[in-house]
Structures are given as structure tokens and as C-alpha cells.
């Protein structure tokens, strides 16, 4: 069955793909090296026909920077067009490019997961997200995003919610994603204001399928905050130098909260990455992108149950770390460096967090600081000869003369919690003075084939190490060590 | 001479050598002293212990407001003066989960691997809500021991959280791999526990399909081996419990279930008149099961039996399986009753258990107190009667005044029984009359029932099978039919 939807999926790509090859309005949109106010070279009509470039028509989740592309000066009249996404468009008044996005895997793991588990199954619809993203006038962009089938959010959180509305925070879980609006009248001020991703760690602003491996670093998924609602101010400066964002968000992320874990509350973030050598002539240096990213929050004890955070395993989600009580505030730290040359890229994050656990032991005394910290260090090489981009362009498409574009990817990583400091003897306890160290070492090896600009397919094998016996989820296993595997298959739109 | 030489030296040889393999064996022979389970003072029940939990006032708020959740809250335990820091505590039960008076169960070992309070991982504190007397839990259980069915061993216990007094309660040994360790000298095989919601629909031990999926872990919910629980041998078992004829079933139905220690186990729930056990009201209930190692034999374990002697001393012998119509029967039970020869033991079993329950020579209790001194010198053993060949009353009548004596006091302070909750102090006396005349009536009644069944049988002649019932209770037959009536 599901071979025959891989395979469904391959062949309407491929068709797709030709057929949009030959469609007149299927010309490359080069947004990027537009200069502002020139015609957009959707409108053939007003402009003479480019040369071919090799590969001319973006992928359907490549980034283009539109406050850089403004809509043409066209006239008032409505279009349906299809060069990066099926698109409507009245004029250059209105915009509206649609948008999918479907990740599908086969999972395997310890034997005995999935009974374990309720949740792992071999067979996932993962991500199943479509949604609408354009623009009303010159400067005011949109996007709305919504996500099919339940995997990436806990769906049964209004369910319980209803049942124990006690769960502060209940409602941030949502199956809407990204519903915001962006002004671009300063387009190095701009200012966003919705529910997006809070500004903070470079593998979780990184869009989903754009990611090298199947999932996000353990640190990415489980310590960055990810989407809330809020605003924040955000642009470039310097020539694109340096980007910075900031913002404050009602909760801090979906990341931090649950159907049981309330979360952060009022949550203030900001981050900054620089691209120092970007004029530089020193071959790989030009690229090399250095990050910083902090964030504070409010933490309260409201709910009866720990709202601190938790460690699960990349694949499985068993928990190696249950969440502690927590009360006070929650401070994030993050320092990236991300490199791209040729067809190698390389990419490492540090993140740190630390929550107050003001009143929070078994006499309401204070306890030391919780703390969870991660990093990882991830490197990719496009064996077919492809520049490194995220999406990357096949030279050929499969189907179409190609093979698409293979790339192999590793990633060692560590996620990890303790306390700061403490007397007593280290314990699992959620009220522990010292909390017993608990964390997973993960090695992450993946093959990915773009095999053209719709369809992606990834296999990781990930093995993990879990720290702390006494939280090993395989039975009857003394060494914490497992393996599990996963096939994706990514179809955009 | 040579030759006379190698003959002494070989002989003595064998000689020293034959010596040292009897010294071996006279050492391996050496009778060892029985190893004493560090975990008998805990369920010393010749006194009222003493359990103090310390706790953060909120979390102690989230547990009886949220007591239908299973969250664990950290907490200090101190048993009898002996303090276990980093335990974790949470509310337990079906029926007798409260908010005002929770159900509770410690673990000691789930924030610090491998920490125990006298052996023992976890305990559960009983709260007794369904049961005004606070005696028919630990009553059963006693007799059960008594009369070598497996169960946890249990005593009174009075609650302290935060130093403030929150209850009489009855702490009850948990039925793990400790527990399985002491019984049965295994624990790795598979244990289950029947895993009944107040919403599901009673079951009958009823065929709903071939696929192990519809039995584990709902309703048998795996409680060892969780990532592996061998759900198809479930499977086949009710199969054959429900489709097998009754030419094949004995033979079938051996390698899972020894059908003289399953008769006996219901036979004793039925003589203390439990109407929420295997052959319940509510469908099947209140057990757990234990699949021996590299078998598929499975035994039955008793547990909770609050809603024993409830319906009093004429509760009666075929209840729920005479009485109603073959839907409503279990049907493991219902087969075993078809077949002669178990009715018979059922029958005798009972009576065995009526004589055991008058006895008024038995000894007062068979726990083997005095092992070790209750740490806590608030706690004073209280001294166990000798028999007096002078009193009447029999085993049951005697346990129950022991206990009524030895909790009187906690019950009339309980909170619970003062506004807080549903009972009061009159109806603890109420109910413990109930007790007294349980203890005095049932073992005539149920003498009296067997004997309008079998008027001239004796234990003797029907185990030799000098008498049979004429036709079983419920044929196979039948139970297909049963079967499918459920299953609309």
C-alpha cells in the first residue's frame, strides 16, 4: 500500500514536473536578483524572454525573499498561475500561492516499541500540512498554514483540556501553524505579528523540509520553543550581514507544552546571526554563518502538574526525562555556527536552559536550578555534485535524464538534564533537590535523494544511548544503546 | 610387593576421595536457617502501624482534587520511625478511588533505582471507602493465606500527611515481582492484572476474536514483560474455553489453566460472599494472573476484596452462575461447573473452607509476628490470645473481635468517619456486627446448600467418583450461544 503511494507520489511528480516544463507561465521566478520595483518576470509580457538558466524553476519550499521582489505594477485583473505553487493573483494587489506539504514515514525501531508506545506505529502520516501564503498590497504579507492529521500536535490536548481545564496553556497547542502577518513598509524593520516561530535556534527555524535529517536535533525539538503567538521585529542590516529578530510571545512555543505540561508563560526572545566574511574571497569562508539567540520567560506553578521540560527519544518519544516542578523564570541561551561550501555544508548548535524552582520542594523551599543543555554537530556532502542549498536543485530530475541530487548526512548529538548544583543525593524525583543526570547521546547517519523539486526521500538510521538506565525504555537491555530507522517520503506542492 | 603397594595407595585414594565427596555433601546437606522476609514487620498485624508522608501542601491538594489521575508526587515515606526520602506517591483504585479519602500506593524505587523500605518496592494504602468495617479486605486475605491460596499480606495502618492524621488505612503488599519471587520462586514470566474501568462493559470471559489485541492490555493489563505480553496465549485460551467440546477441553485447556486450583480459587471468593470477584455482578473482576515462566500455565491471584461479606451469610454458593442466564455467566466457570467431578471439588472445597472458618481451635492468626520489633515505639504489638478451649467462637469470629479491638480507636478519630466522608462511627459498628454475624452463620449456610445438593455425598465418595451430576450446568453448546449474544 504505502509502496504504491510512494510510488503514486514519484510518478505525479515526475508528471507534474513535465507537464509544468512545458506550460507557458512556467518560467523561473527570480525573485532574488530582482532589483525593487523591477516587473516581475512572471509577466512575460513585459519583458523579453531570459536565457534558460540550468535549472530555472524553483522548488516549491525554496525560500524567496519577496520584500526584495515586489509585485509588479500589473493591472487589476485576475490570474491563476503555477510557477513555484499553484497561485492566484489580482494585479499586484493580491497574492495568494498555495502551498502543501506531506511527510510520510515507515518507521522501525526496538522490537517491542510499538506495544510499548501506543503512539509509534510503523506506518505514519507525519506531517500532512497545506495552506495558503501572498500578499495584500505592496507591503503586507500573509500566511496561513494548517496541518492535516494530528502527529505533530497532541490533537486529544482539547479533549482533556475540557476535562482538566486546571492545564494552563492547554489551548497553544493547535493544528493551525504559521497564521501570521508580516509589514514590510521599513523592510529592515519589519514587523510580524501572529502566531509564528519564536526567534530562537537555527535547527528549529530551519523549515521542515528543508532539513537534512529526518528529524530535529533532540535540543531543536525539545528545549528551542518553536510557534506561539506573538510579535516581534525582524530584518536584515548590512547587506544582509546580519539578520536579527525580536519579539515577545504570549506562551514560550509549543515545544514547551503539552496535553499535561503547561509551559512558559509571557516569553521575551531574540536572536542575531551574522555573516562576518560574506565579502570575503577566501574560498568557504564567505558562507560561514555564526548565530546567538536568548530567551526569558515566565514560569508559574499553576498547574498541578511538573511544568518543567522533558527529554524524549528521537523517534519512539519514549521519556528519558520527566519534567520537574518548576516555578519562576525560564532562561534560553543559543549559539549556532552554520557553514555552506560547494556541496558540503556543516552545522553545530549549543543551547542551555535554566529554570527556577523557586517553592518547589517538599516544604515549599526553594530548589536549585533545573537545567537542560544540548548541542550537536551535523555534516552534509551532495555525492551527485549539487551545490549544497536547502532545498537542493537536482542537476537532472529522475525521470527527466537525471538521477536527482544524493546526499549523505551524519549527526552526533546530546541532549541532556540535571540541576545546578545541590547537597543531597541525586534522584528522578520531580521535587529533588539534586536532579540524577539523565540524557541521550544520539548518532544520526542519512541518505537523502531529492529526487526532483516536488519529491524528497530520507532514510536515517539513528542510534541512541540513553544515559540513565533507570530510563531505558527497551527491555531488558543493560546498555541504553538502540537503533531504529526510518524511510521518508516528502512530496511539496 | 610393588603391585601390593599401587592396591594400598589406589585404595586409599578412593577412600579420601569418597571422604571428601561426603563432606561436600554433608555441607551442601547443612540445614540453613529459613530465610526471614525483611519485609514481615511491615504486615505485622498484631498492631496498628504508623505511615507519615511528607509532601508539598499543593501536591497533596492535586492529589485529592485530580484523584482520578495516576500522577505520581514525590514525598517522604516514614513507616514505623524509618523515613524513605524520594518516594513517590499517587492515587489508586476503580471503585474506591476518593477524593476525600484517596486510595494510595507508594512506590519507593521509581526516583531512586533499586531503593526499598524493608525489601519491598512499593506498597498500596488501602483506603476503604466501600467498606465501613475496615476488616472485610484483610479478613479475606487472611483466610485466603490461611488456606495457602496466594495474597498479599496486609495490616492497619493509620496515615499521617504532613503530621496531620488523615485515616485508618491497610497497607497491603503489592502483588509484583517480589511478591511472585516469594510465592512461586519466579518472577520472570508473565504477570497481568485484570484492568476493569466503571465504564466497560462486563465481561464474561467471552470469545471476541483470534487476535491477542482484543484481550492485552485491555482487559488484561501486562504488569511484567510490557513490551512483549504474549497476548496470543490469551487468545488461545478463551478459544478454547469457549469452542473446545467437552470431550477435548480437559486435555485442551490443561497447559494454561490447573482447574482444581482455579476451583478453589473461586470457591473461596464465593464462601466469603464477594460480589466483585471472578464471578462478580459486574462482570469479572479483581485478580491478577500470573503465566509461569516458559509456560503457558496460568494462576489466578487474589485482590481486593472490599465487597466481601457485604451481602451477608446467605450469600449464595452458585451466585452468578445458577442464577443467571448464560450471558451473564462466566464462561470459564460455567464449563468447569458442566463437568462432574469439579463440581464436586467445588463443592468440597467449600465445605473445607466452612469447617476452616469455625475452627475454634485454629490458632488466632498464622503471621508469624515477633520476627523483628516494630520500630516505632508508638507502635505496640498487641498481645495475640492464646485459644481458649472454653470459647466457642470459631477462627473467623475471634479474628474479627482481634481486629475490631485492635482499630476501634483509629476509626472513631478517622476524619473520614467524623464529616469528611461517608461513614461515621455507627456504622463502622454496624458493619463489624455484620462481620460477627457472617463469621457465625456463613459456614452453616453454605454446609447447609451443599448439603441440598448432595444429600448423601460425602468428600470421600466424590472424589473417588462414586457420585456425578447428571448433565453439565452450561454445555458447550450453549456458550457458543452465550458467546454470540454478547458479542450483539
Known amino acids: 500500500m504505502l509502496i504504491e503511494a510512494v510510488l503514486g507520489a514519484v510518478w505525479l511528480s515526475a508528471t507534474t514536473g513535465a507537464t509544468m516544463a512545458g506550460r507557458p507561465d512556467a518560467a523561473p521566478q527570480q525573485a532574488t536578483q530582482q532589483a525593487p520595483g523591477k516587473p516581475s518576470t512572471g509577466d512575460k509580457a513585459q519583458k523579453p524572454k531570459k536565457k534558460k538558466a540550468k535549472n530555472p524553476k524553483p522548488s516549491p519550499d525554496e525560500e524567496v525573499d519577496e520584500t526584495d521582489a515586489p509585485p509588479a505594477e500589473a493591472p487589476r485583473t485576475f490570474r491563476a498561475e503555477w510557477k513555484q505553487h499553484p497561485s492566484i493573483r489580482i494585479g499586484s494587489f493580491f497574492r495568494a500561492d498555495f502551498q502543501a506539504q506531506f511527510q510520510e514515514d515507515i518507521h522501525a525501531s526496538y522490537a517491542g516499541a510499538s506495544t510499548l508506545n501506543k503512539d509509534f506505529k510503523t506506518f505514519d502520516l507525519h506531517r500532512n500540512r497545506v495552506g495558503i501564503k501572498g500578499n495584500f498590497f505592496k507591503h503586507v504579507q500573509y500566511e496561513v498554514k494548517r496541518e492535516l492529521t494530528e502527529k505533530e500536535v497532541d490533537a486529544t490536548t482539547q479533549e482533556k483540556c475540557a476535562i482538566d481545564p486546571t492545564v494552563k496553556g492547554c489551548q497553544i497547542q493547535s493544528l493551525w501553524k504559521d497564521v501570521y502577518v508580516n509589514l514590510t513598509y521599513l523592510k529592515r524593520a519589519q514587523l510580524q505579528v501572529g502566531k509564528f516561530k519564536v526567534p530562537f535556534g537555527l535547527d528549529q527555524l530551519t523549515g521542515v523540509t528543508h532539513l537534512d535529517f529526518v528529524y530535529r536535533s533532540l535540543g531543536a525539538k525539545q528545549l528551542a520553543p518553536a510557534r506561539d503567538i506573538g510579535a516581534q521585529l525582524h530584518g536584515q542590516l548590512f547587506k544582509k550581514s546580519l539578520e536579527y529578530a525580536a519579539g515577545v510571545f504570549r506562551h514560550d512555543g509549543e515545544n514547551a507544552h503539552s496535553s499535561k505540561i503547561a509551559g512558559g508563560d509571557l516569553t521575551g526572545a531574540g536572536r542575531v546571526s551574522v555573516q562576518p566574511f560574506r565579502k570575503s574571497t577566501v574560498a568557504g569562508i564567505s558562507a560561514l554563518q555564526f548565530g546567538a539567540a536568548a530567551a526569558i520567560s515566565k514560569l508559574s506553578d499553576d498547574s498541578y502538574r511538573p511544568n518543567g521540560l522533558q527529554g524524549k527519544t528521537v523517534m519512539t518519544g519514549d521519556t528519558f526525562y520527566h519534567p520537574v516542578f518548576v516555578k519562576g523564570r525560564r532562561h534560553r541561551w543559543e549559539g549556532d555556527v552554520d557553514w555552506t561550501a560547494g556541496r558540503y555544508s556543516a552545522r553545530s548548535e549549543l543551547t542551555l536552559v535554566r529554570d527556577d524552582r523557586l517553592q518547589q520542594g517538599l516544604i515549599e523551599d526553594d530548589l536549585p536550578d533545573s537545567r537542560a543543555r544540548s548541542w550537536y554537530v551535523s555534516g552534509t556532502v551532495v555525492v551527485t555534485g549539487e551545490a549544497k542549498t536547502r532545498p537542493i536543485k537536482p542537476n537532472g530530475d529522475l525521470f527527466q535524464g537525471g538521477i536527482g541530487a544524493i546526499e549523505l548526512a551524519a549527526r552526533y548529538e546530546r541532549l541532556w538534564f540535571d540541576s545546578v548544583g545541590g547537597t543531597d543525593v541525586p534522584t528522578r524525583a520531580n521535587r529533588a533537590e539534586t536532579i540524577l543526570e539523565s540524557g541521550d547521546k544520539v548518532l544520526t547517519l542519512g541518505v537523502n535523494w531529492t529526487v526532483n523539486r516536488f519529491v524528497k526521500l530520507q532514510f536515517n538510521g539513528i542510534r541512541e544511548q540513553i544515559e540513565d538506565l533507570g530510563r531505558n525504555p527497551v527491555p531488558k537491555n543493560t546498555t541504553g544503546v538502540f537503533w531504529s530507522r526510518v524511510l521518508r517520503l516528502q512530496f511539496v506542492l | ?488
Not at chain 2, 469528611?420 to 463469621?439: C, H, I, S, Y
Open chain 2, 1 to 488: 610387593m610393588r603391585r601390593g603397594l599401587w592396591r594400598v595407595l589406589l585404595t586409599g585414594a578412593v577412600v579420601v576421595a569418597a571422604g571428601m565427596t561426603a563432606a561436600v555433601r554433608v555441607d551442601t546437606q547443612t540445614p540453613t536457617a529459613p530465610q526471614v522476609d525483611p519485609a514481615n514487620p511491615v504486615f505485622d498485624d498484631s498492631y496498628v502501624h504508623e505511615v507519615r508522608v511528607a509532601i508539598n501542601p499543593k501536591d497533596w491538594t492535586a492529589l485529592e482534587v485530580h484523584y482520578l489521575d495516576n500522577t505520581y508526587y514525590t514525598c517522604d515515606v516514614k513507616t514505623d520511625g524509618v523515613n524513605v526520602r524520594n518516594s513517590a506517591i499517587r492515587s489508586r483504585g476503580t471503585g474506591s478511588r476518593s477524593g476525600v479519602k484517596p486510595g494510595l500506593r507508594i512506590d519507593f524505587d521509581r526516583n531512586v533505582t533499586n531503593q526499598t523500605y524493608l525489601g519491598l518496592k512499593s506498597y498500596v494504602l488501602r483506603n476503604q471507602t466501600q467498606d465501613a468495617s475496615n476488616m472485610h479486605e484483610i479478613l479475606s486475605m487472611l483466610f485466603f493465606r490461611r488456606m495457602g491460596l496466594p495474597a498479599s499480606r496486609e495490616a492497619f495502618t493509620k496515615l499521617y500527611i504532613n503530621n496531620v492524621y488523615a485515616g485508618l488505612y491497610t497497607v497491603v503488599e503489592s502483588v509484583d515481582k517480589g511478591f511472585l519471587e516469594k510465592h512461586y520462586g519466579e518472577n520472570d514470566g508473565h504477570l497481568y492484572k485484570y484492568d476493569y474501568n466503571a465504564d466497560d462493559k462486563p465481561y464474561y470471559y467471552e470469545f471476541r476474536d483470534g487476535n491477542g489485541d482484543s484481550y492485552v492490555p485491555h482487559p488484561f493489563k501486562p504488569e511484567t514483560n510490557e513490551s512483549d505480553p504474549q497476548s496470543q496465549t490469551i487468545a488461545d485460551m478463551i478459544r478454547i474455553i469457549n469452542q473446545d467440546g467437552d470431550n477435548i477441553f480437559r486435555t485442551t485447556i490443561a497447559p494454561y489453566i490447573d482447574l482444581p486450583k482455579f476451583v478453589r480459587h473461586i470457591a473461596m471468593e464465593m464462601f466469603l460472599g464477594d460480589n466483585d470477584g471472578f464471578d462478580g455482578n459486574y462482570g469479572t473482576n479483581n485478580f491478577y494472573w500470573y503465566r509461569f515462566e516458559k509456560k503457558t500455565l496460568f494462576q489466578w491471584i487474589a485482590w481486593d476484596k472490599s465487597n466481601a461479606f457485604i451481602d451477608g451469610p446467605t450469600y449464595p454458593i452458585f451466585h452468578n452462575i445458577n442464577d443467571q442466564p448464560p450471558e451473564r455467566v462466566n464462561r470459564l466457570t460455567a464449563r468447569v461447573m458442566g463437568f462432574a467431578d469439579l463440581k464436586n471439588l467445588y463443592l468440597d472445597t467449600l465445605l473445607d473452607f466452612a469447617n476452616a472458618f469455625v475452627d475454634a481451635t485454629a490458632t488466632p492468626t498464622p503471621f508469624p509476628v515477633g520476627t523483628l520489633k516494630p520500630v516505632s515505639p508508638a507502635a505496640t504489638p498487641t498481645p495475640i490470645p492464646t485459644p481458649n478451649p472454653d470459647d466457642p467462637r470459631g477462627w473467623a469470629e475471634r479474628e474479627i473481635e482481634r481486629q475490631y479491638a485492635l482499630i476501634k480507636d483509629a476509626v472513631y478519630t478517622d476524619p473520614t468517619f467524623n464529616g469528611t466522608g461517608n461513614f461515621k462511627p455507627a456504622d463502622f459498628e454496624k458493619e463489624a456486627d455484620n462481620l460477627r454475624k457472617f463469621a457465625r452463620e456463613r459456614g452453616a449456610f453454605v454446609k447447609a446448600e451443599v448439603a441440598k445438593i448432595r444429600p448423601t455425598s460425602s468428600s470421600s465418595r466424590t472424589r473417588r467418583g462414586a457420585r456425578a451430576f447428571p448433565a453439565p450446568a452450561f454445555p458447550a453448546s450453549s456458550l457458543a450461544a452465550a458467546s454470540r449474544v454478547a458479542a450483539r
